[in-house]
């Protein structure tokens, strides 16, 4: 970046007149910028409009997670794992659990992985609908899309506190299960929200997806490819968007993933159009493992005989789930007690946030905005 | 080639058929239109809430009560002051001191019960590991103070809320508590009579046995105890 700055200088020093003494503009976006989807900054430096170097800062919202985690019992983490992605407690919710599941062997009632896919699955039609409202809105297309998206998304936050009590800070997991079984006549109101969504997907389509405007935005706009993202350690859509095909859900088949027939898509390009139309296609797929769980879900506890003080041996682990940002993953080391001596958390967004730089060098400082909009972040993830 | 510009009408006729159906479309109209409250008429069912002064559905949960048996808080109330769930709160809002009588002894209810609402984070750790359902979580989200300092730190008195009060704001939890709770006093009233039968028939066997003992006895004291007379 230094290099390439360098090199633009120089380039300067001997195109124009040394009388008009023109150099790089830095500019600090944010923390408080709304194209940063939160308390982030970047430290752009600008050649003209273009971006010569970008550094992203963050820890404004550092809350020490990971070191509050290890001073309280295995429990009491599960509701601040709701605040790690905001959007998404459920899948953080799994991902903990999993991995705690690993270090004491506690069964997991079959109702209950059934009401686990159906939770994560809606939890990725919540982030990806808000992602794609949010997307649009970094592009300048103010509100509507928003809002058409956060009116589906509100009825599945409806369904999720009809089920846990609350709509985002869900807290609805555990070792072991579930906290209680959805109310009656949950899984039909789940049924009908399903069954409408693919006609809010189709709105959408038509809505922006062929909006000349837009392509020409997003295409060619922000290219990873998929060797630089695979190296870089990317995982989740953006990963899937450069062509890769790796997908958790497929490659581990936690919980009961291996029963549902869903397909991967993949972008092939790896710009901010892919990114952006991976998420539609994913929703799609969404929808078919929802409408077969909720077909097939059996009846029964949703609690396994997980023990009352929860305290496993020396041990470690990692548990791992495919969060609809990427891979989400917790490390666990035991010490016998019932407290883990270590406590560590894989935040997806955090890493995707790795390449920004190599996104953005290039392009204009308003391309930059869209590649950080399709990068898809939660700041609560990436400053713990 | 396509008409350049063809995708952005499209697009806009997506919001102009929106901007229509929303005038005749029932089920968009319910949805589009901003409601103060949910209650008022025209609500689908499901989201009326379970009683007038609240904003919330049956399901929603806000921070946690103190419950009571019966009119009298103090003489209903289901606390025994264990403290379990001051430990086990994640961001440690609660706190408990115990109560004793004149002499000293410990007497199983809380003299002071302080729950920071300020600080709770309404995560129900609490409710999960009370063992003796003492405490629940309630749905009043109009809470708002004009004291900045304690104003949202609510004591024993004020946390305390009737049984009845559970049953009118989570109809189906309270229920399902109360079986629960219904069947686990019968079975450890069954398991006592159990106990305490065995411990009976244990106590005349005993009793037989020892019948059946001095009877075997060749009764040695009664003549000497004669003789020596």
């Known amino acids: 970046m230094s290099a390439a700055a360098a090199t633009a200088a120089a380039s300067y020093s001997l195109v124009r007149q040394p009388a ?17 989807h939160g308390v982030f900054r970047m430290d752009v430096r600008l050649d003209g409009e273009t971006v010569v170097a970008l550094k992203p800062v963050f820890g404004y919202l550092h809350r020490n997670h990971e070191k509050l985690a290890e001073g309280m019992s295995y429990l009491a983490s599960m509701p601040f794992t709701d605040r790690l992605d905001y959007f998404n407690s459920m899948t953080n919710n799994w991902a903990y659990a999993l991995a705690a599941e690993q270090l004491l062997p506690i069964e997991v009632p079959e109702r209950a992985q059934y009401l686990r896919v159906i939770m994560a699955e809606l939890t990725r039609l919540v982030n990806h609908t808000s992602l794609v409202g949010f997307f649009l809105n970094d592009l300048g297309a103010l509100g509507t899309p928003l809002l058409y ?30 906290r209680c079984d959805v109310p009656e006549g949950w899984l039909a109101r789940a049924r009908a929200v399903v069954d409408a969504f693919p006609r809010f997907l189709d709105e959408f389509e038509k809505l922006l997806c062929e909006n000349e405007i837009v392509l020409a935005r997003t295409q060619r706009v922000g290219v990873l490819s998929g060797a630089q993202a695979v190296n870089a350690g990317i995982t989740g859509p953006m990963l899937r968007a450069s062509g890769v095909n790796y997908d958790l859900r497929k490659v581990d088949r936690y919980g009961i993933y291996e029963r549902f027939a869903f397909r991967v898509p993949l972008g092939s390009a790896g710009d901010c159009y892919d990114r952006f139309m991976i998420r539609l296609l994913e929703m799609r797929e969404s929808l078919k493992i929802l409408d077969a769980a909720l077909r097939d879900i059996p009846t029964g506890p949703v609690m396994g005989n997980a023990p009352r003080v929860f305290k496993p041996a020396a041990s470690e682990t990692y548990g791992r789930v495919e969060s609809p940002k990427g891979e989400l993953g917790f490390y666990l080391i035991a010490d016998g007690t019932t407290k883990p001596y270590r406590y560590r958390v894989r935040p ?4 995707n946030l790795t390449v920004l730089e190599d996104l953005c060098v290039g392009h204009t400082i308003a391309d930059a905005v869209v590649i950080l909009g399709s990068v898809d972040i939660v700041l609560g993830e990436v400053d713990r | 080639m396509r008409l350049l510009g063809f995708g952005i009408l499209k697009g806009m006729a997506v919001t102009l058929e929106n901007f229509v ?8 109209r319910h949805h589009l239109f901003t409601k103060e409250y949910a209650w008022e008429p025209g609500a689908p069912a499901e989201v009326l809430p379970a009683r007038a002064d609240t904003t919330v559905t049956a399901h929603s949960r806000n921070f946690p009560i103190l419950l009571h048996d019966g009119a009298d808080p103090m003489g209903g109330i289901r606390c025994v002051a264990c403290q379990i769930c001051e430990r086990e709160c994640p961001p440690q809002c609660i706190y408990i001191e115990k109560d004793y009588d004149e002499q000293g002894k410990y007497i199983k209810r809380p003299a002071i019960f302080d729950i920071d609402l300020s600080v709770c984070m309404s995560c129900q750790i609490c409710v999960e590991v009370c063992p003796f359902d003492a405490i629940v979580m309630d749905s009043q989200f109009e809470l708002s103070t004009a004291n900045r300092f304690g104003g949202l730190l609510q004591h024993r008195d004020q946390l305390l809320k009737s049984n009845e009060y559970y049953h009118r704001i989570h109809p189906e939890e309270a229920r399902a508590r109360d079986d629960r709770m219904a069947q686990e006093k019968a079975e450890k009233e069954a398991k006592q009579a159990a106990a305490d039968a065995a411990k009976k028939k244990a106590a005349e066997a005993k009793a037989a ?5 001095e009877k075997s006895k060749p009764e040695p004291s009664a003549p000497t105890a004669g003789g020596a007379a």
Do not use: K
């Not at chain 1, 997806?348 to 890493?351: A, E, G, M, V």
């Open chain 1, 348 to 351: 997806p967004s955090f890493i």
């Open chain 2, 209 to 213: 046995a020892e019948i059946a003992a």
């Open chain 1, 20 to 36: 008009m003494e023109t150099g790089l503009l830095e500019v600090s976006m944010g923390p408080h910028h709304p194209s940063t």
């Open chain 2, 21 to 28: 159906r929303s005038y005749f479309d029932r089920d968009r």
């Open chain 1, 149 to 178: 998206a956060f009116r589906e998304r509100e009825r599945i936050l409806d369904l999720f506190e009809q089920a846990s009590g609350a709509r985002m800070m869900c807290n609805y997991f555990r070792f072991g299960g579930l």
